[in-house]
């Protein structure tokens, strides 16, 4: 079973920077991707990033492109999510998905990560 520990959320002024953090533990795969979901109050779960471990292959959504950069942590299996440019439609719960052996078809839609961590508050208000 892997387990995601998401940190770095909090609340930010418009136009302000966060950086999410999330370090998987567990077993390891091959192949996997680790990604970034997000839910806003009475909207569906979205895809925001996601990079491939392996090669680091990026993806993101065409809402956070140029504002967000993903990218594998100092330490094995974490990934950070550089956040810039944040707007008020940015405000959500974000959540860390791990991916194994996933396609790239896959990469944005949820049912291609098999475990989740528990989410991290973003809230962007003046």
């Known amino acids: 079973q892997v387990q995601l520990v998401e940190s770095g959320g909090g609340l930010v002024q418009p136009g302000g920077s966060l950086r999410l953090s999330c370090e998987a533990s567990?077993?390891?795969?091959?192949?996997?991707?680790m990604g970034w979901f997000r839910q806003a109050p009475g909207k569906e779960r979205q895809f925001v990033a996601a990079?491939?471990?392996?090669?680091?292959?990026?993806y993101y959504a065409d809402s956070v492109k140029g504002r967000f950069t993903i990218s594998r942590g100092n330490t094995k299996n974490m990934v950070n999510l550089q956040m810039n440019s944040l707007n008020t439609e940015d405000t959500a719960v974000y959540y860390c998905?791990?991916?194994?052996?996933?396609?790239?078809?896959?990469?944005?839609?949820?049912?291609?990560?098999?475990?989740w961590g528990q989410g991290t508050q973003v809230t962007v208000s003046a």
């Open positions: 998905a791990y991916g194994p052996n996933i396609i790239t078809s896959s990469v944005p839609h949820e049912f291609g990560y098999r475990y």
């Open positions: 567990g077993p390891s795969f091959s192949r996997y991707a």
């Open positions: 990079i491939r471990w392996s090669g680091g292959t990026t």
